[in-house]
């Protein structure tokens, strides 16, 4: 799992430069998402390959939320879809990689996303296609917990668990933050995976920065096909591995200025030069 570890670490490296180099972006729900998005694309959960993205026997992956962009290109210039060095163009005019992901813009993003509480919905579409078309691949969806306090998301997990769609795996980064404070001080959705199940979804909870447990249950989730989709609720913290930017709201939705993206690379640097040694 090392080697999972320091990629995802590299990832965080590159969220951080990549939003410090636009001026702004969403550093805290990126930096949550990072392990989620690590163990999918590199830990062999996904099936995808970069040199053929329109594969029909591929996995989907959506973004719901779509502000945590910078972990999703991250991941697929890692994977290969893109070089790294386009990182540096994050929302600058005429990218490829807007402020949320554009799908008509990068290959192996698969539906544009940004106005929360549309992925699942999206999600569900794809999963009834793939199931229409006697395709077994896996639909996976991030969304966030305070997107959960959108009705639409609702909405659609009412119909997956009603047409029996067990090829849908939803994941709520459960960061417990959102741009305007605690996410059960703003709207309290909470406990977001019992209502999952009182719809009708099988339900599992993980520490989505243990990358083994994080492999383990995704890998489980997708080989399960009991006619229920699966939801697996990641505790995670928002701003991770960044020290000052952890576990506060106010880093949702801003840039760091020079010294802090010196010192926030700093801190992801010796982590990961830290478990190596170890």
Known sequence: MQDLEMRASAMREDIVSMIAEAGSGHPG???SCADILCALYFGGVMDHDPGFP????????????????PALYAALAHAGYLPREELKTLRKMGSRLQGHPDMHLLEGVEASTGSLGQGLSIACGMALGLRMDGIASTTFVLLGDGECQEGQVWEAAMYAAHMGLDNIVAIVDHNGLQIDGHVTEVCNPESIGDKFAAFGWDVVQVDGHDMASLVTTLTEAKQTRQGRPKLVVAETIKGRGVSFMEGQAGWHGKATNAEQTACALEEIRAAREERIRS
């Open 54 to 69: 329109g594969s029909p026997s591929r996995d989907r992956f959506i973004l719901s939320k779509g502000h945590a962009a």
């Open 29 to 31: 729900g990126s930096l």
